[in-house]
């Protein structure tokens, strides 16, 4: 089941390189990286309105909702950090530069979660194996930008 779900994200990633482009070519039309990605969460809101109500999931309980910890409503923001600063980069250094280069953070800061545990995650130690994997990704990000 691990290789049909990988391969599932895998997808999902190149559905990322799909929507990164297409930000950027909105923003050549609204002319500022914001208001591409201003939009693009808009459409992305109205989006996951209509897939909840035709999954028929419940309003959230915002009585739970108030008790979840503050740095766990940051996602939202972080998500809008991402999508702003691809539609930025993709233009200045490409798709896969892009794409490439936050991979690479995000590995490093998975690494470094799944080590400690945070966010009350389980522990795994980071190991020879995935340091050497994370260098490799660095050195690509050196040879897509080169080549």
Do not use: E
Request: aromatic share 12%; charged share 5%; net charge positive.
């Amino acid at each position: 089941m691990k290789v049909f779900y990988t391969a599932i994200v895998l997808i999902i990633g190149c559905i990322l390189a799909i929507q990164g482009s297409i930000n950027t070519q909105l923003t050549t039309y609204l002319k500022h990286p914001l208001q591409g990605a201003l939009v693009n969460f808009l459409v992305g809101f109205v989006s996951l309105v209509v897939i909840n109500i035709l999954f028929r999931t419940q309003t959230p309980d915002w009585g739970y909702v108030k008790t979840a910890p503050w740095y766990l409503f940051i996602g939202g923001t972080l998500g809008a950090l991402f999508v702003s600063s691809i539609i930025f980069f993709i233009p200045r250094i490409g798709v896969s530069t892009v794409l490439a280069a936050s991979i690479a953070g995000q590995l490093i800061a998975a690494s470094i979660i799944d080590h400690f545990g945070f966010f009350g995650l389980a522990v795994h130690p980071i190991s020879g194996g995935r340091i050497a994997g994370v260098l490799l990704l660095i050195a690509g990000i050196f040879l897509i930008q080169r080549y």
